[in-house]
């Protein structure tokens, strides 16, 4: 049988892979969608799909499954986005989400999903990695080794700083961190 499993996976951490080893009990085939595919270089997507496509690719080496990474793009219709992922995917028979809203599109269109349990989510996140990143805080204990050489041989850390950093800047320039009462 043949799974299917979205994130952004920016990066790809350890709630991800111990998603990806429970999935693994259950399929032999395992299609990791690479969500917002068209995003890159900003704080919330820094990584390209390329990049993430590295990412997952060299961790998923760790388990006995055959993995097939596919970059997904985002659509503004969210009614005919699983139309979107199965004309874009190999077929594939269950869908793995903790997403409330991908979960909804799945079931509308048919599609059996399962749901997973949410791994060590205070610090198992995203967002938490990224800003670590940013903050030089330890984030290589919350990624899988592979992944961590794939942050560093494409300067990630460093990419990541920077257009927070111009985002910061633009905030300031947007008027929002400006002080609302200038003496
Ligand atoms: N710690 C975790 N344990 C189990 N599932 C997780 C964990 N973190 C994320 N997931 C699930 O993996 C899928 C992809 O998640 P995603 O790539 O958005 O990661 P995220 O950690 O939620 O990132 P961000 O903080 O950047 O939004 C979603 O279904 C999400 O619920
Ligand atoms: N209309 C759409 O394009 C649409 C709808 C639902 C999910 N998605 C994408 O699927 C992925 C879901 O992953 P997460 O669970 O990581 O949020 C994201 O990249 C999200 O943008 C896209």
Redesign the pocket.
């Known amino acids: 049988m043949r799974g299917f499993y979205?994130?952004?996976f920016q990066p790809y951490h350890n709630g991800h892979h111990r998603m990806v080893e429970e999935i693994a009990t259950e399929v032999d085939e395992l299609v990791l969608?690479i969500?917002?595919a068209g995003d890159s270089h900003s704080p919330r997507n820094p990584f390209t799909a390329g990049e993430r496509i590295m990412m997952v690719n060299k961790a998923v080496t760790d388990f006995d499954i055959t993995t097939y990474a596919v970059p997904?793009e985002?659509?503004?219709?969210?009614s005919v986005?699983v139309s979107h992922v199965q004309s874009m995917s190999p077929a594939f028979e269950v869908a793995y989400?903790?997403?409330p809203?991908?979960i909804q599109?799945f079931k509308e269109a048919g599609v059996e999903v399962h749901q997973s349990p949410m791994f060590n989510r205070e610090v198992l996140e995203g967002t938490e990695v990224r800003q670590r990143m940013i903050e030089d805080r330890d984030w290589e204990s919350l990624v899988p080794d592979e992944v961590a050489d794939v942050v560093r041989e494409i300067d990630g850390i460093e990419r990541l700083q920077r257009v927070t950093a111009t985002d910061g800047a633009e905030r300031v320039a947007d008027g929002e961190d400006r002080d609302p009462n200038p003496c």
């Open positions: 979205i994130g952004r969608g969500g917002s997904i985002d659509l503004d219709r969210n986005w989400s903790n997403n809203l991908v599109l």
